[in-house]
């Protein structure tokens, strides 16, 4: 069993919506005047200090509209509203993942044969997107180390390939070619027996939404979302890194790693700030963390490495 | 009579004022689309795109006058003024929404125009775009006489542009980009050999 991580982020942080809209109301009253900073800090001070550090919303799950509505799913356009749109015309039952490769126990695994196996619970995570926005998303998933213990990981794999299905007749926006079809991804070993890797199938304790990433997809909280790959039909162990879809388009945009790293910038935008979405039209922006927050937990996986040539 | 001439006879009858009118009502629209949701819960960037598209539709449209002229018999050219000055505003719009909305960080907003070639690309366009909005008007076609057509050919750079501008900003293989671009260099395409030119019947 992979050690367990410790969600610091659960139901019990985040802000009874009476405090929370009351709390709004004493931030409004700061921009008022500079004499209520006093008051401010008193009706702040019962908060958990380190997520408070970044920005004092980071509790706040975004609400479901948002994160079904705003997606990047290219197989489905490349508008942020097509997934929401196309993504119902997607078969997500019957499911299986093919599990293959340097496994004991490779095999085509349905859905519903994995997931009774598994400890299903929630995480609320930082989602960070390269495009600089970010989202925090209540998951509900298992850790991705849980189903390698399953099917049993030989010892000589070094690698964990992803592979998103690829059904043109369901997926208009695969008519394009966007990226080379079909949709890959890839992790370090080490990353994926990470206890924040998740392979998510829902999100506010409902069933995973097809634009979200239905059936069932990974959710990497420390890297940029495009390594959380969707709809996942196929897991490959490997001894070599395997190809990702946003490395092969633009390799010198987009490395294997993708760590969330504010002084890494994208070379076509800055990564240094982010803006949460659901702020409206004139939403701040705010700095982005290392390991977009979760540098305690995963920080060890890089010792020695030169983040900015391993970007 | 044909088509065409009832066309011309209908485009005469229609004052230049009344297409600054019709052009200018997207810009409050978006805005309140904005500000109401109806843009998506991440209105910023969702206006900022959606003013920059509209400056390169209206900027195409202006491309298209002399070859529609030229080629149909149709004649919008007392209407190229009306679309280069609203095509101007939606850019300078569209550049207000970056720095004030988006970027909102004095200090990135000129690391952004030197670092990035997208932004680099956008903001020259926007520079050329300067002398020709400021000589839009009748006066500045009398004093700079022959000059001013030759100023005026600022458009062509401008408007290419703006269109890879585009091309350089999107993620993947996209079309959409490529087909504006595609449409500008054939729109300028057109200017460059002497072409048949319609007879007055």
């Known amino acids: ?311 | 009579m044909t088509l065409v001439d009832r066309l011309n006879r209908l485009l005469r009858s229609v004052p230049p004022w009344a297409l600054y009118l019709v052009l200018v009502l997207p810009a409050p629209w978006y805005l309140y689309q904005g500000a109401t949701g109806g843009l998506g819960v991440e209105p910023i960037k969702a206006l900022e795109h959606a003013l920059g598209e509209f400056a390169l539709q209206l900027a195409i449209a202006g491309l298209a006058v002399t070859p529609l002229r030229r080629l149909a018999g149709v004649n919008l050219l007392k209407f190229r003024r009306a679309i280069g000055i609203m095509t101007f505003t939606y850019v300078f719009l569209h550049l207000l929404v970056w720095l004030v909305l988006d970027v909102q960080i004095l200090g990135q907003i000129w690391a952004d125009i030197v670092k990035r070639p997208y932004i680099t690309v956008g903001m020259a366009g926007f520079v050329l775009m300067l002398p020709l909005v400021a000589t839009s008007n009748n006066w500045s076609v009398r004093r700079l006489g022959p000059r001013w057509r030759k100023l005026h050919r600022l458009t062509y750079p401008a408007v290419i542009l703006g269109g890879v501008h585009y091309v350089m900003l999107v993620k993947g293989f996209q079309i959409e980009p490529l087909i504006y671009l595609a449409v500008i260099l054939s729109l300028l395409a057109l200017r460059l050999r002497s072409l048949p030119r319609l007879r007055p019947a």
């Open chain 1, 1 to 311: 069993m992979a050690k367990r991580w410790t969600n610091k982020l659960t139901r019990s942080d985040v802000t009874p919506e009476p405090i929370f809209m009351n709390r709004r109301k004493v931030l409004a009253g700061l921009g008022l005047g500079g004499g209520a900073a006093g008051l401010g800090g008193l009706a702040l001070g019962g908060m958990p200090g380190a997520a408070m550090a970044q920005d004092d919303m980071a509790l706040e799950p975004n609400a479901w509209d948002e994160i079904t509505s705003y997606c990047n799913y290219y197989e489905f356009g490349t508008r942020k509203d097509d997934p929401s749109q196309n993504a119902h015309l997607l078969t997500t039952e019957p499911w299986s993942i093919t599990i293959d490769g340097l496994v004991d126990k490779p095999g085509d695994y349905a859905l519903g044969d994995i997931v009774s196996q598994m400890t299903i619970e929630e995480r609320i995570y930082r989602f960070r997107c390269v495009e600089a926005w970010s989202m925090v998303v209540p998951w509900n998933g298992f850790e991705l180390a849980d189903l390698l213990d399953m099917v049993g990981v030989k010892p000589e794999a070094q690698y964990v390939a992803f592979e998103t299905v690829y059904r043109p007749e369901e997926m208009p926006g695969t008519r394009y070619p966007v990226l080379d079809w079909p949709y890959v991804e890839g992790l370090r070993l080490d990353e994926a027996r990470n206890p924040l890797t998740l392979m998510a199938t829902g999100l506010y304790g409902k069933p995973m939404p097809n634009q979200n990433g239905a059936p069932i997809r990974l959710v990497v909280p420390w890297k940029y979302g495009f390594k959380s790959i969707k709809s996942i039909v196929r897991i490959t162990l490997t001894d070599k890194q395997p190809p990702t879809s946003w490395n092969k388009a633009g390799p010198g945009e987009y490395g294997f790693y993708s760590n969330v790293n504010p002084e890494v910038d994208h070379p076509r935008w800055s990564q240094a700030s982010e803006r949460k979405i659901g702020g409206g039209l004139f939403a701040k922006k705010v700095p982005t963390l290392m390991f977009n927050g979760y540098e305690d937990e995963v920080a060890a996986l890089y010792d020695g490495m030169d983040l900015k040539a391993n970007f």
